[in-house]
């Protein structure tokens, strides 16, 4: 591994020191994990040539699958527990994805 100096703003800092401390995961650990998501990111737009072919195949699948689980979810458990787990979702979007 390569080691380099990384300066950030205030407004950077912040929010990292808080992921940090929250997933109880190094600084460094938390931004090598943002830099292969973004990367990752990078790689699967529609105007990469590598998977550019399997975008659309892979948001059906995902699109898919959600549907699938929600009908699952409403039929047998019904709508109460359907929203709970989306309101979980939510909850871990804002605070994993945001």
Do not use: W
């Amino acid at each position: 591994m390569r080691q380099f100096t990384l300066r950030l703003s205030i407004d950077q800092e912040v929010p990292l020191d808080a992921i940090s401390v929250e997933t109880n995961t190094s600084k460094a650990d938390v931004i090598r994990m943002a830099v292969d998501h973004y990367c990752g990111v990078l790689a699967e737009r529609a105007d990469n040539p590598v998977t550019a072919k399997l975008n659309p195949r892979m948001h059906e699948l995902i699109e898919f699958t959600a549907m699938a689980m929600d009908h699952i979810l409403s039929d047998r458990y019904g709508d109460r527990v359907r929203d709970e787990i989306l309101t979980d979702v939510s909850q871990n979007l804002r605070k994993f994805h945001a």
